[in-house]
């Protein structure tokens, strides 16, 4: 009988242990912008996967497949540093599409808990987007989203690797890469 009232302590403490022992959560970022241009036009600009020329973070791109499914392009930063991405999905007729970060470079190497740790040049882990185009006659609304974790998928991230670095990364190339777009299709 002892026993049992023993164990009802340890299966509470483990209860509250497993509770408040949690990995990443899932982050979300939506931007959007409207551009003074007729869709067409806009999405001319960047409807080639091999061509992310727009973006002014990236330096130069290098793509094998155009725009089918499972095409893989790698994208070199201005910093030199390198993502490579697959196209998920892609939509000529709804403007759109998807793809997800399947490698990336190292920005820097870092000592956290005791080990040394690779920051990479995005500071995200399982990262997926998608870009679609909606006409609003002679406006366009252009929508990027992405669902994502922080690049340090255990407890207790190091600054450099947790939520807010990974929301500020992300934030910034999207309002960076559709301010450019503006720019472009507006000319």
């Keep these: 009988m002892k026993k049992s009232y023993l164990s009802i302590p340890l299966l509470a403490f483990l209860f509250v242990t497993v509770a408040y022992a949690h990995g990443p959560v899932r982050q979300k970022v939506e931007e959007q912008i409207t551009i003074n241009a007729p869709a067409q036009k806009v999405w001319g600009i960047i409807k080639e996967y091999g061509d992310a020329s727009w973006l002014p973070a990236v330096k130069s791109t290098d793509a094998k497949g155009g725009n089918t499914e499972g095409s893989i392009r790698v994208l070199t930063l201005q910093d030199g540093g390198t993502i490579t991405e697959e196209l ?39 990262y997926a987007a998608s870009i679609d185009l909606e006409a609003k006659g002679e406006t366009t609304v252009v929508t990027w989203k992405a669902g994502f974790y922080r690049a ?10 947790n939520e807010e670095a990974a929301n500020t990364a992300v934030i910034g190339i999207f309002k960076a890469g559709l301010e450019n777009l503006k720019k472009l299709a507006e000319k």
Aim: a neutral charge; aromatic letters at 8%.
């Design 152 to 161: 340090y998928t255990n407890n207790n991230p190091p600054p450099e690797m």
């Design 88 to 126: 998920k999905k892609y939509d000529e007729g709804k403007m759109s599409f998807a793809y997800k970060i399947t490698d990336m470079s190292a920005a820097k190497t870092i000592n956290h808990a005791g080990a040394d740790v690779k920051v990479p040049v995005l500071p995200v882990d399982n």
